[in-house]
């Protein structure tokens, strides 16, 4: 897996500071992506050990509220072969930090085990150990520059958590713009 971009104390892509990893890779090409260059799965650079342990590093101040992943698209089934071992890490040696995911991709695609595109022996792991998705691919016609989180009103901050635990979709708090 390559990446586009690692933004140190980021405080737009999820509450509080925290470190955002931009990886690359994406076949939603949503028209008016903000980062199209990270569609390609050979753009940026390899994602390697020495790259986990700076974030891994950056993730140690108390101040650092989490991890944020998005790209590009952290659930294409190839990237998710990487994301997950680097979660598992993540919560072995920083507990306590909270996890977000951006991903073009729904809830409902993620989840269906019929969806090859982007569901795999990976996906479901991925989502019991991360806290925040935020789904659904941006939609230029439904862009919203007031809402929290996401672009567009068709995506979703969705509290991973619950929503495993209820067996239905609970939107975060941080889904709503008050």
């Not at 104390?9 to 470190?19: P, S, W």
């Not at 789904?135 to 901050?157: A, H, T």
């Not at 619950?162 to 713009?177: G, W």
Request: hydrophobic share 35%.
């Amino acid at each position: 897996m390559n990446y586009g971009e690692i933004k140190y104390t980021d405080i737009a892509n999820g509450v509080g500071c925290r470190t955002s990893l931009f990886v690359s890779g994406c076949t939603h090409h949503c028209k008016g992506c903000f980062n199209e260059e990270t569609w390609d799965f050979n753009f940026g650079k390899p994602f390697t050990k020495e790259v986990e342990d700076e974030i891994i590093e950056s993730l140690r101040p108390a101040y650092i509220a989490g991890l944020t992943i998005l790209g590009g698209e952290p659930m294409e089934v190839v990237n998710q072969k990487v994301i997950r071992p680097f979660i598992e890490r993540v919560k072995a040696e920083v507990p306590g930090k909270n996890i977000w995911i951006y991903s073009g991709y729904t809830w409902e695609e993620l989840t269906d085990e019929d969806n090859k595109r982007c569901h795999c022996e990976d996906t479901m792991e991925i989502l019991r150990s991360i806290d925040v998705l935020v789904d659904g691919e941006f939609k230029l016609d439904l862009k919203n520059i007031s809402l929290r989180f996401r672009g567009s009103s068709n995506q979703r901050v969705i509290d991973v958590k619950k929503t495993l635990e209820e067996k239905s979709i609970v939107l975060s708090e941080y889904n709503y713009n008050e």
